[in-house]
């Protein structure tokens, strides 16, 4: 069998499956299973596919065509403009995130050296891209998921940012101990804020294969919220700032809770790519 074969046979069965992005998905599989990239892949359909590599893209194939999502079948995953290392079980990172990491950067290059925790680290990808972009700081994540944070570890070796990245296992903040509980110039976190009631209607590679804990924000979708803007206060820094994703029919809603604590600012709101509200920024009232 040779590349074009693979392409071909894969395509069909995923167009039959109605796997979403059937092409995209195949060429993925083929430049996985062979090391090569999707233009060289592209750029030579007769290359033939050894019995090894055969075997592995049937193996990925079969379980794409269930709606298993390429980043699990590849275990890794792009995100500002880095790869990281995903597993079953940890939430995967999405484009749209990106904002929520630019804006968290706008606000941690006004301190020198900033301090930063990320609530909910996943994989890690929001507090390793920051690290990268910045000249100095103190990172930490937290998550209620040890094999996020196994997972994240993992992705904090492979970019060398063991001095600078600090994990911590638990729920929320109550993973942070002793003096790292207060003055965190930044914090941000991307939290689940599906609405219970809208999970069986995600998407299969979704609902199917994501860990519900990092899609279900209950009813309203609120409840991650109304814990993290209940306890947030004492941990930020005078000067600090929070970023936080958010699903755009939640914006008018965390208004009001915002709005209701008094002591935060009115938020500022960014729109992802797709002109959707994604992000709210706010600090301590002045």
Same mark, same amino acid.
């Given at each position: 069998?040779?590349?074009?074969?693979?392409?071909?046979?894969?395509?069909?069965?995923?167009?039959?499956?109605?796997?979403?992005?059937?092409?995209?998905?195949?060429?993925?599989?083929?430049a996985h299973v062979t090391g090569l990239s999707r233009t060289r892949i592209?750029?030579?359909?007769?290359?033939?596919?050894?019995?090894?590599?055969?075997?592995?893209?049937?193996?990925?194939?079969?379980?794409?065509?269930?709606?298993?999502?390429i980043a699990y079948l590849t275990g890794q995953v792009e995100f500002y403009?880095?790869?990281?290392?995903?597993?079953?079980?940890?939430?995967?990172?999405?484009?749209?995130?990106?904002? #929520?990491? +630019?804006?968290?950067?706008?606000? =941690?290059? %006004?301190?020198?050296?900033?301090?930063?925790? /990320? *609530?909910?680290?996943?994989?890690?990808?929001?507090?390793?891209?920051?690290?990268?972009?910045?000249?100095?700081?103190?990172?930490?994540?937290?998550?209620?998921?040890?094999?996020?944070?196994?997972c994240a570890q993992a992705n904090v070796r492979d970019h060398n940012l063991?001095?600078?990245?600090? #994990?911590? +296992?638990?729920?929320?903040?109550? =993973?942070? %101990?002793?003096?790292?509980?207060?003055?965190? /110039? *930044?914090?941000?976190?991307?939290?689940?804020?599906?609405?219970?009631?809208?999970?069986?209607?995600?998407?299969?590679?979704?609902?199917?294969?994501?860990?519900?804990?990092?899609?279900?924000?209950?009813?309203?979708?609120?409840?991650?919220?109304?814990?993290?803007?209940?306890?947030?206060?004492?941990?930020?820094?005078?000067?600090?700032?929070?970023?936080?994703?958010?699903?755009?029919?939640?914006? /008018?809603?965390?208004?009001?809770?915002?709005?209701?604590?008094?002591?935060?600012?009115?938020?500022?709101?960014?729109?992802?790519?797709?002109?959707?509200?994604?992000?709210?920024?706010?600090?301590?009232?002045?």
């Amino acid at each position: 069998m040779n590349v074009q074969e693979a392409l071909e046979s894969a395509i069909n069965l995923f167009q039959q499956k109605k796997v979403e992005s059937p092409e995209l998905s195949a060429e993925l599989l083929a430049a996985h299973v062979t090391g090569l990239s999707r233009t060289r892949i592209l750029g030579d359909p007769s290359r033939p596919l050894s019995k090894e590599e055969t075997r592995d893209f049937n193996a990925l194939v079969a379980r794409r065509a269930k709606c298993e999502p390429i980043a699990y079948l590849t275990g890794q995953v792009e995100f500002y403009s880095h790869t990281f290392k995903i597993i079953k079980g940890v939430f995967i990172p999405r484009p749209e995130t990106e904002i #929520l990491v +630019e804006k968290a950067l706008e606000d =941690a290059t %006004r301190f020198q050296c900033p301090k930063i925790l /990320d *609530v909910g680290t996943g994989t890690g990808c929001i507090l390793i891209a920051m690290a990268h972009n910045l000249d100095d700081g103190e990172f930490h994540g937290t998550d209620i998921s040890n094999t996020a944070i196994q997972c994240a570890q993992a992705n904090v070796r492979d970019h060398n940012l063991m001095n600078y990245v600090t #994990l911590h +296992e638990g729920n929320m903040f109550q =993973a942070l %101990r002793g003096s790292l509980i207060n003055n965190f /110039d *930044v914090i941000v976190s991307n939290p689940p804020y599906i609405k219970s009631s809208d999970i069986p209607s995600l998407p299969p590679d979704v609902r199917n294969y994501e860990p519900t804990a990092c899609l279900d924000g209950g009813r309203e979708g609120l409840n991650f919220y109304r814990t993290f803007l209940d306890n947030v206060a004492p941990l930020l820094s005078p000067e600090g700032a929070i970023c936080l994703e958010i699903d755009p029919s939640l914006k /008018d809603p965390l208004f009001d809770l915002i709005r209701r604590k008094r002591v935060f600012s009115q938020p500022e709101v960014t729109k992802d790519l797709a002109g959707r509200d994604r992000v709210l920024r706010f600090g301590f009232n002045r």
